[in-house]
């Protein structure tokens, strides 16, 4: 099992700034893939930055150039600079990691969600 513990979020105007921070904790597993997913009031949760271990960074369309995601490996930590923030990210966002855990013959794959934090943006 992954735990991932969120903070930030908040209430800002737009064109401001929020700084969302999500920790994986668990034992022996190895993370592939940290990021971030948001959902507005009556839509779908929809992807808005995930980085792989590998070292590869996605970005909605939406967000690029105004978020930047980066990882601290040693705290198992993803971060999300969200700038020039608009009335339209307001939304649950979720933290997600992609995780590996069992023996090398058999390896599982899995997926964890955290509890989501509230980002609200007013114009």
């Known amino acids: 099992q992954l735990y991932l513990e969120e903070s930030g979020g908040g209430m800002v105007q737009a064109g401001g700034s929020l700084r969302l921070s999500c920790t994986a904790s668990?034992?022996?597993?190895?993370?592939?893939?940290m990021g971030w997913y948001r959902q507005a009031p009556g839509n779908h949760r929809e992807l808005v930055a995930t980085?792989?271990?590998?070292?590869?960074?996605n970005y909605a369309d939406s967000v690029r150039g105004r978020f930047t995601l980066s990882r601290d490996y040693a705290k198992n930590t993803v971060y999300l600079q969200m700038g020039s923030l608009k009335p339209e990210d307001t939304g649950v966002y979720y933290c997600?990691?992609?995780?590996?855990?069992?023996?090398?013959?058999?390896?599982?794959?899995?997926?964890?969600w955290g509890q989501g934090t509230q980002v609200t943006v007013s114009s």
């Open positions: 980085s792989t271990t590998g070292g590869s960074t």
């Open positions: 997600n990691a992609v995780f590996s855990y069992g023996p090398v013959e058999n390896v599982q794959s899995r997926s964890s």
């Open positions: 668990g034992r022996r597993v190895s993370i592939d893939a």
